[in-house]
């Protein structure tokens, strides 16, 4: 379970052009299943998930992961957290130009440092499991949005993480590919994954498969 008590996130506090992005927000989140924070842009969605995911720290309140206190961890074991619980999709994918696509879905894996045969093995189990394994050695521009798209999913399913957090992965696809990253997502909560996005889209919040859905405007969960 997630838990969040009282967390506001604010930028630039104190001066000319402070933001508060999130606001009083208290939520308890399930780690199975797929929840949606549904918004307008602006609303505070990614700032939500970046301190749920431990990309950023709330300027106030808690944030706790089964019991564990995730918001007050010194930087290095927040660090540490991160790597071994969430995997992140990103709204435009991030895939590095000038890597191959296998070299991307490493990438993250490195600070753990695995054994090398053992890491291109998972990430070749990954690339042929989402029938990207003849891309392997393509540079990431060369790569089609859909294939850009699942080896979005590869990369973030390198550390085999507990929860997948993504950041309104259909922003920038077609319908036809949002509907595809809706049942990639979907094959992959039947499998035990939590999943966690972030959207506007009907095709994400009204999906069949969706658990829940938190509303959030101004900062504010209004649900």
Same mark, same amino acid.
């Given at each position: 379970?997630?838990?969040?008590?009282?967390?506001? @996130?604010?930028?630039?506090?104190?001066?000319?052009?402070?933001? $508060?992005?999130?606001?009083?927000?208290?939520?308890?989140?399930? %780690?199975?299943?797929?929840?949606?924070?549904?918004?307008? =842009?602006? =609303?505070?969605?990614?700032?939500?998930?970046?301190?749920?995911?431990?990309?950023?720290?709330?300027?106030?309140?808690? *944030?706790?992961?089964?019991?564990?206190?995730?918001?007050?961890?010194?930087?290095?074991?927040?660090?540490?957290?991160?790597?071994?619980? #969430?995997?992140?999709?990103?709204?435009? #994918?991030?895939?590095?130009?000038?890597? %191959?696509? *296998?070299?991307?879905?490493?990438?993250?894996?490195?600070?753990?440092?695995?054994?090398?045969?053992?890491?291109?093995?998972?990430?070749? !189990?990954? +690339? !042929?499991? #989402?029938?990207?394994?003849?891309?392997?050695?393509? @540079?990431?521009? $060369?790569? =089609?949005?859909?294939?850009?798209?699942?080896?979005? *999913?590869?990369?973030?399913?390198?550390?085999?993480?507990? *929860?997948?957090?993504? &950041?309104?992965?259909?922003?920038? +696809?077609? =319908?036809?590919?949002?509907?595809?990253?809706?049942?990639?997502?979907?094959?992959?909560?039947? /499998?035990?994954?939590?999943?966690?996005?972030?959207?506007? &889209?009907? +095709?994400? #919040?009204?999906?069949?498969?969706?658990?829940?859905?938190?509303?959030? /405007?101004?900062?504010?969960?209004?649900?």
């Amino acid at each position: 379970m997630i838990q969040l008590d009282r967390v506001d @996130k604010v930028y630039n506090q104190g001066r000319h052009n402070e933001v $508060w992005a999130v606001r009083d927000v208290s939520l308890e989140l399930a %780690t199975r299943g797929i929840t949606v924070i549904k918004g307008p =842009s602006g =609303s505070g969605k990614t700032s939500l998930l970046a301190m749920i995911g431990c990309l950023a720290r709330p300027t106030r309140g808690r *944030i706790h992961l089964d019991g564990q206190l995730l918001s007050g961890l010194p930087e290095r074991f927040m660090t540490r957290v991160r790597r071994a619980t #969430f995997g992140f999709i990103f709204q435009r #994918f991030n895939l590095i130009r000038g890597l %191959t696509l *296998i070299e991307n879905v490493m990438l993250p894996a490195y600070p753990l440092a695995p054994d090398p045969r053992e890491l291109h093995e998972r990430a070749m !189990r990954l +690339l !042929r499991q #989402f029938r990207l394994q003849a891309r392997a050695n393509n @540079k990431a521009e $060369w790569l =089609s949005g859909g294939e850009a798209q699942r080896a979005a *999913i590869c990369r973030a399913l390198i550390n085999q993480p507990r *929860i997948l957090i993504a &950041d309104e992965p259909t922003a920038n +696809l077609d =319908s036809h590919l949002a509907s595809e990253l809706m049942e990639l997502i979907t094959q992959l909560a039947e /499998r035990g994954s939590g999943i966690l996005i972030s959207s506007h &889209d009907p +095709l994400v #919040f009204e999906h069949e498969r969706v658990a829940r859905v938190v509303q959030l /405007r101004d900062g504010r969960v209004c649900d």
